[in-house]
């Protein structure tokens, strides 16, 4: 807590100063601890989207904070985010990464569960009486934002839409639910201080540089700007050297202003997105 208390003091608002964070803000094992503590445990994470799993018995398995989760499509269509760990003796219950199962069962000893996470199978038992309603994975909760599935292992947490509700005057016309997940995107690991990860998302100025041939013919680093941020989320954006062509199936509330720009949404800690015309 006393780096962070230095930092406050050294950082203060000063008029015309845009201070960066000090070095030991990344580096300080202290100020990690707390941040597993205060963010990787108590804040809305980004896992996946919510049309990566259409189908029934769709699930996406991967772990935040050293905990291993699942979010699976029930079969009345319901997404819920469960432990991944047997309740018997904590053999993971999916590899990390996407797939379809018919049901959930430990491939160590068989306990079985539905998709609800309720224990329903308990091979070979013995002389033992298993309390099924006490043993059911634990669930974590989950809400969906522009069709992004967020998770939460606070139960006290605040709830995700009204933090928010800001954005949704940028980006709503882009109708999320229409965008088409096949292929899926691939998933990709980066070692990385998240700190840095969630800097760069805002970052436009590297862009030139960086994604000379890529980003910046399309959306250059000089016609960057500033939309509206907090420390709960960021707007930018850029506009296009050409505006994005209109095409048949384009939402029809789709304006001028969204054709002619790129924007960067991101959401801290952990998800950074961008939305244009056609993608």
């Known amino acids: 807590m006393s780096v962070l208390k230095d930092y406050e003091r050294e950082t203060a608002p000063r008029p015309g100063r845009m201070d960066a964070l000090p070095l030991r803000v990344y580096s300080d094992p202290d ?25 029934s018995g769709d699930y996406h398995a991967l772990s935040i904070a050293d905990e291993p989760i ?92 009204p933090r928010l509700a800001g954005l949704d005057r940028y980006i709503d016309n882009f109708q999320f639910d229409r965008f088409d997940p096949e292929p899926p995107l691939p998933v990709e690991s980066w070692t990385a201080n998240w700190k840095l990860i969630i800097e760069n998302g805002m970052d436009w100025c590297h862009l030139f540089r960086c994604h000379p041939e890529s980003l910046n013919p399309i959306a250059p680093t000089k016609n960057a700007f500033n939309i509206e941020g907090s420390p709960v989320w960021t707007v930018t954006a850029s506009r296009q050297t050409q505006a994005t062509p209109t095409r048949s199936d384009d939402p029809p509330v789709l304006g001028a202003y969204e054709r002619e720009h790129y924007f960067v949404i991101s959401i801290p800690p952990n998800v950074v997105f961008f939305a244009n015309a056609d993608h």
């Open 70 to 161: 699942v979010v699976i499509r029930g079969a009345d269509g319901v997404l819920r985010c469960l432990s991944n760990v047997c309740r018997h003796r904590g053999t993971l219950l999916y590899d990390e990464g996407r797939g379809n199962a018919s049901s959930i069962q430990c491939p160590y000893h068989g306990w079985s569960y539905d998709d609800c996470g309720r224990l329903t199978g308990v091979p070979y038992p013995g002389n033992s009486v298993i309390d099924k309603a006490s043993h059911s994975l634990a669930p974590i909760r989950l809400e969906t934002f522009k069709d992004i599935v967020f998770i939460n292992f606070a139960a006290d947490a605040e709830p995700l839409a």
């Open 31 to 55: 100020v990690f601890d707390l941040e597993m503590e205060r963010v990787f445990r108590r804040d809305w994470f980004g896992v996946c989207g919510a049309n990566e799993l259409p189908n």
